[in-house]
Each structure stands twice: as structure tokens, then as C-alpha cells.
């Protein structure tokens, strides 16, 4: 979801779930002489297991201002008025790509709920982590930053 506010402010979200992801379940051991520890128990497919549920919302806020005014080409419109006079925002004054120079201040963060999200499941019957997750995805984090164009 992405909208335009007031005073030249804008707003975003992202919203993501998805099911488990799906690991291997292997016995851990060597039992046909291979070198290789990636046998499956009998009875076991590959990627048969399957991992927990993940969810994530991020969010952004950004605020923009131009400065100074681009020439006009020859038949173009100024502002005001009508259908905004080709600013592209609808005749609400954002001001969006109007300046010679344009600038934002943004605050973006990305897992805003702080959801634990496991990920990396053991798949291996021997092992005391059997099933369990191995590590998360990142927490919470928020970034604050400013941009120029010209």
C-alpha cells in the first residue's frame, strides 16, 4: 500500500506470510558406506518436513519539498487548477518533481511488529535440535535518512 498525505508527506506498507518453508529430514548417519550423512529414514520424501509459518510488516514514511522551478516547454500548463496542471498528483500541492532540486527526509523500518520468525530447521532424526530452528530472521530496524535529487 503506498499513499500521498498532506503537506507533502507519503506513506507505505508492506504486508508478507507465507507458509513454512520445507527442509529434508535425514537420519544423520552414514548407513550405506557413502561417505555422506543424507540418508532419509524409510517412509521419508524429500523435503518432507516443513518449517513454521512467517509474517512481516514494514513500514515508511517520507517527506519530500522541492526547490526552485523547472522552465516550461513550450505548450505546457503551469499549475493550479483543473487536473493539477500535470504535477501528477491529482491538484492536491504535493509539489513532487516540480523543483530544480527536490529532498527527502525518510523513516523506513522493516519488521515493525518485532515477529520472531524461525527459519533454518534441523532436519536431522539424531540430532537433540531435531525440528527446532537453528536462527530468525532479523528483528526490528529502523532506518532515517535523507535523499537530494537534482
Request: hydrophobic residues 35%.
Amino acid at each position: 500500500m503506498n499513499t500521498d498525505l498532506k503537506a507533502g508527506f507519503r506513506v507505505n506498507m508492506n504486508i508478507r506470510a507465507q507458509a513454512g518453508s520445507r527442509y529434508n529430514i535425514t537420519t544423520g548417519l552414514d548407513e550405506n558406506g557413502d561417505g555422506q550423512t543424507n540418508e532419509r529414514p524409510a517412509g521419508f520424501g524429500r523435503n518432507s518436513g516443513r518449517g513454521e509459518p512467517t509474517a512481516n510488516v514494514d513500514m515508511g514514511l517520507v517527506w519530500e519539498h522541492s526547490v526552485g522551478q523547472r522552465p516550461r516547454v513550450n505548450g505546457q500548463r503551469g499549475g493550479g487548477g483543473g487536473g493539477g496542471g500535470g504535477r501528477g498528483d491529482g491538484g492536491r500541492g504535493n509539489n513532487r518533481a516540480d523543483g530544480v532540486f527536490r529532498f527527502e527526509i525518510f523513516a523506513r523500518a522493516t519488521n515493525v511488529l518485532n515477529i520472531v520468525n524461525p527459519q533454518n530447521f534441523s532436519g536431522v532424526v539424531t540430532s537433540p535440535f531435531f525440528g527446532l530452528a537453528t536462527s530468525a530472521a532479523a528483528p526490528r530496524r529502523l532506518v532515517v535518512g535523507t535523499r537530494v535529487f537534482f
